[in-house]
C-alpha cells in the first residue's frame, strides 16, 4: 500500500495493486480509508503500531453475493 497525506489530513492510494482508497485520519494513530473496483466495495481501518500498520478490512461484493472481513499487516517504508 502507498499513501500520501495532503495538508488537511486527507489520505489517499493504492492498496492491493489496483484499489484506488481515500479517506481520512481519525486519530494520531488511526485512519478510515474507502475504496472500489469493478466487483467490490471496500472499508479499510488502519492502526498504526510502531512501525507496522495493521488493516482491518470489509468488502462487499457489488453483485450481492456476498461479504468477508479480513486483516493485513503493512511495514512503514523509510
Known amino acids: 500500500m ?3 497525506e495532503d495538508q488537511d489530513g486527507n489520505l489517499s492510494g ?3 495493486g489496483n484499489v484506488q482508497v481515500s479517506g481520512r485520519r481519525t486519530g494520531d ?3 478510515e480509508l474507502h475504496g472500489r473496483t469493478d466487483t467490490r466495495a471496500y472499508h479499510l481501518y488502519l492502526t498504526a503500531e510502531g512501525d507496522r500498520l ?3 478490512y ?3 461484493r457489488l453483485d450481492s453475493s456476498g461479504e468477508y472481513d479480513g486483516e493485513c499487516r503493512f511495514h512503514r517504508a523509510r
Open 2 to 4: 502507498a499513501l500520501s
Open 14 to 16: 493504492v492498496w492491493t
Open 29 to 31: 494513530t488511526t485512519a
Open 54 to 56: 495493521i488493516g482491518r
Open 58 to 60: 470489509h468488502a462487499r
